[in-house]
């Protein structure tokens, strides 16, 4: 079985009002790529990657006019995906869904939220409550993009609990002075750090009942992405993987944590304008259980210059740059 967790850059943008694939020449959100040259990159990148399910960050958006569902529905149809069912969770307001699509013939999943309001783990479309600085005054924590929580059944009857993440810590729009940028950069490292320590008592909490988790999706974090992190200590990832009792475990987590200055993986690429260059780092993860790291999973991260597959197959090369500012991150397991 083959699990895989993308981040595709302004997914909605590519669909209107009924969920039709806009393939056009106009202008993608994508700096200087029209949605035709985006929907073409991503039908080559879903069907060469040929994943049994995706855990989807930045799945196109569902409100009063559009349904994440439907659009995806159709970009399956118009590629001839094997993964053409669709599973979403809470739903958000940011335009960017968390959302599994995924091949019914391999697995049986359902929407499986868990907490209770007020508990030490509330759900995630809740309110988490906690010291956040340590000033006996207590913070209010919500996810503005609560995590996608399955239940899933293999073909074969191995369950597994899956989670799909996107931790996310806001920019500080329209903050020009270094102090309007410190205090909320700051705030926004805390709450994000707060949203991963959330998630990993959830996990932990599975983890102690001895359920098979998979945290899936972008912590938007790790050793060295933010300039405030050496006031807190721990990155979202350290957390998430956790310190204490049962451990997640992921390959290209252990690699970027154990190397903060020397080379390690990354599965993203991001321009920066006013440097005239670009930015690589490892923000997509799949994290699992103690006992499906045990079964020798492999780990992938097709990147089209790391991956030599990719790197050695132009259209797929090519395919991964324009379809989005995150490459996929597979897993093969035998499940």
């Not at 569902?69 to 118009?78: K, S, Y």
């Not at 509330?122 to 609560?146: A, M, N, Q």
């Not at 999706?217 to 204490?244: A, K, T």
């Not at 740059?321 to 093969?332: E, M, N, Q, R």
Request: aromatic share 8%.
């Amino acid at each position: 079985m083959r699990l895989a967790t993308y981040n595709v850059e302004w997914f909605d943008a590519l669909f209107d009002d009924a969920g039709t694939l806009l393939a056009d020449d106009r202008w993608s959100a994508r700096h200087d790529i029209t949605r035709a040259q985006q929907i073409e990159a991503l039908g080559i990148v879903f069907t060469a990657v040929d994943a049994d399910a995706w855990m989807i960050v930045e799945a196109p958006d569902s409100n009063t006019r559009r349904n994440t569902t439907r659009a995806l529905n159709a970009f399956a149809e118009a590629f001839d995906l094997r993964t053409r069912a669709v599973l979403t969770g809470f739903l958000n307001g940011t335009q960017q869904e968390i959302a599994l699509l995924y091949d019914p013939a391999v697995l049986t999943v359902r929407h499986a939220p868990e907490g209770t309001p007020g508990g030490e783990v509330p759900r995630f479309d809740g309110v988490f409550r906690i010291d956040l600085d340590i000033d006996e005054t207590e913070d209010r924590v919500t996810f503005s993009k609560p995590p996608l929580e399955v239940a899933a059944v293999t073909a074969r009857g191995h369950e597994l609990r899956l989670i799909g993440a996107h931790l996310k810590s806001k920019a500080p729009h329209g903050a020009e002075t270094r102090d309007q940028i410190m205090r909320p950069g700051i705030a926004n490292r805390r709450k994000q750090l707060a949203q991963a320590i959330w998630l990993r008592r959830r996990v932990r909490t599975h983890l102690e009942a001895g359920d098979s988790v998979i945290v899936m999706g972008d912590l938007n974090d790790g050793p060295g992405l933010d300039e405030y992190e050496h006031l807190f200590g721990r990155s979202s990832v350290e957390i998430v993987l956790g310190d204490g009792g049962p451990r997640l475990h992921d390959p290209n987590a252990v690699a970027t944590l154990g190397s903060k200055l020397g080379p390690h993986p990354t599965s993203a690429r991001f321009y920066l304008k006013g440097e005239k260059r670009f930015l690589q780092a490892m923000l997509d993860y799949i994290m699992v259980s103690p006992d499906l790291a045990a079964m020798g999973p492999r780990w992938r991260i097709w990147h089209p210059f790391d991956d030599p597959v990719c790197w050695k197959t132009p259209e797929l090369r090519e395919a991964l740059l324009v379809a989005s500012d995150h490459f996929p991150v597979s897993l093969d397991i035998d499940l």
